[in-house]
């Protein structure tokens, strides 16, 4: 069993605090005082030039850090039921749990995904007091965990299995018996869990899924760690303590791979206007580009990681979205979608009829120091899938994509294609740029520029004129 029990990663009034937080950090600690407001703080021009926090900041961060490791320092166990009738869909495998193997497929399938969750007692983040990302972090978390299956992709045998996997817990397979008369003597079969023979393959590769975890330490080395997304973070104006949204985190994804030297052969591209254009995927993927041809034995096309910002409805998602998200979450090339309910991030996985399924970073773990040979991994990996109904879904997500090679990217666009045309999705997959954008622009700008000048030039005319008489 896991050692830190993530079996049951809910807490009460996660959605209500959270707007709480938000709303105390739009509104300074100094001026919430008890008998009315307070005069604001002269601020010191020596800590804001070498951006140290002062003394109200260090006290407003001890105290959120203190309430944040209660409130997501403990649990409510609650079983999350699945009926054997329906199938389960996770990344585009699906799984009828209405016997022993394909439980246990499914069980493989949910708890291999990595979990990355709050954390408290790392090193300080830089520029401020945090030690911890509880409250603040589920974004940047819920982006994590899709670089993270991107990269087990990436990285991993095809259908990889972490070897330890640990037993579902806090689930229960419901039976739903048909109403038929002629089926009453309709007997469900018992599911148990039954782990499969250990593949050599999978713990073969054992040092990988380490390796992988590494990158995701809460260390400020870690090319994919809290502290190299927050220091990202600062030049699209984020900084520690801030709310993340699915687009930026979409964007700070993007910077972090190409920033780091553990991959050379993996590019992100972030989707404009949820508009994907082939040209820009093939300038970044296309390694022959930029080669001679005196160099065949290089890898001529690198992995590509595509992110697609989209907005599924108005205030609330738009239920004509619902079978869009189904049939995108039904793809292989899918590696999930991250957004959750209203400032409350989650990491969509899959679903079972009109509930999805996911994993939450709400839940404050100790930091893990993965610099160590011999860490453990339990605490990266969840053993309680839990679901949500779609209408609870936050319209505002970011959709991922993998594809390994040019034709695997082929395939991605064709099948994107299809799920557009026949949903509401305006997803569109385009061969390039239109042309001429960037000289419309200009022209644009030029005829405005001309208008202004002529209409002055007119003014000036009938001032003239007006003198005259």
């Known amino acids: 069993m896991n050692s830190v029990s993530p079996s049951a990663v809910q807490y009460a009034g996660g959605a209500m605090q959270d707007e709480l937080v938000e709303s105390r950090r739009q509104r300074p600690l100094e001026r919430q005082g008890s008998f009315g407001p307070r005069p604001a703080r002269t601020p010191d021009p020596s800590r804001e030039a070498t951006g140290e ?19 997501y320092g403990w649990t409510v166990k ?30 493989l399938a949910f708890v291999s995904r990595i979990w990355l969750t709050y954390r408290r007692e790392f090193p300080q983040l830089e520029g401020s007091t945090w030690t911890t990302d509880c409250g603040w972090g589920c974004m940047l978390r819920s982006g994590q965990m899709l670089l993270a299956q991107g990269l087990l992709i990436h990285l991993m045998p095809r259908d990889w299995a972490w070897p ?16 038929s008369p002629s089926l009453t003597g309709y007997q469900a079969p018992k599911c148990t869990q039954r782990k499969r023979p250990e593949s050599v393959r999978d713990r073969q590769a054992e040092p990988i899924h ?4 590494t990158w995701f330490g809460d260390l400020p080395p870690a090319p994919f760690g809290l ?13 520690a303590g801030d709310w993340y949204g699915p687009s930026i985190v979409a964007h700070i994804l993007r910077k972090a791979v190409a920033k780091t030297s553990v991959l050379h ?9 949820c508009t994907v254009y082939k040209e820009d ?28 910002p989209v907005r599924l409805g108005g205030e609330a998602l738009n239920p004509s979205y619902i079978e869009c998200v189904k049939n995108i979450l039904k793809l292989d090339c899918c590696i999930g979608i991250i957004g959750g309910k209203p400032k409350h991030s989650l990491y969509f996985v899959g679903f079972q009829d009109e509930q999805l399924l996911y994993l939450d970073p709400h839940y404050c773990q100790p930091v893990v120091d993965v610099s160590q040979v011999d860490f453990s991994p339990e605490s990266f990996h969840c053993s309680s899938p839990k679901k949500m109904p779609f209408t609870r879904m936050d319209p505002s997500c970011t959709i991922g994509f993998y594809a390994k090679n040019k034709k695997d990217f082929e395939s991605l666009c064709s099948a994107v294609s299809v799920v557009s045309f026949h949903t509401l999705l305006s997803l569109s997959i385009r061969a390039q740029r239109p042309t001429g954008i960037k000289e419309g622009r200009q022209r644009f700008l030029g005829w405005v520029r001309r208008s202004v ?8 005319s009938l001032q003239v004129l007006k003198q005259r008489k």
């Open 53 to 71: 926090p002062d003394e109200m900041d260090k006290l407003k961060a001890k105290l959120m850090t203190a309430w944040n490791n209660v409130k």
């Open 78 to 107: 609650s079983k999350t039921s699945f009926n054997k009738i329906s199938p389960v869909t996770v990344l585009g495998h699906s799984y009828l749990l209405n016997n022993e193997d394909e439980v246990e497929r499914f069980r």
């Open 164 to 179: 330890d996997v640990q037993e579902l817990t806090e689930v229960d397979f419901e039976v739903f018996r048909p109403r």
């Open 210 to 213: 380490h390796k992988l975890l």
């Open 227 to 239: 502290h190299q997304l927050v220091e990202i973070g600062k030049s699209s104006g984020k900084k």
């Open 265 to 273: 052969n993996l590019a992100v591209y972030v989707a404009q206007d």
């Open 281 to 308: 995927v093939v300038h970044l993927c296309d390694l022959s580009l930029g080669q001679t041809p005196s160099d065949p034995c290089s890898q001529a096309w690198k992995s590509i990681i595509i992110l697609v």
């Open 453 to 460: 000048t002529n209409t002055s030039n007119v003014i000036n």
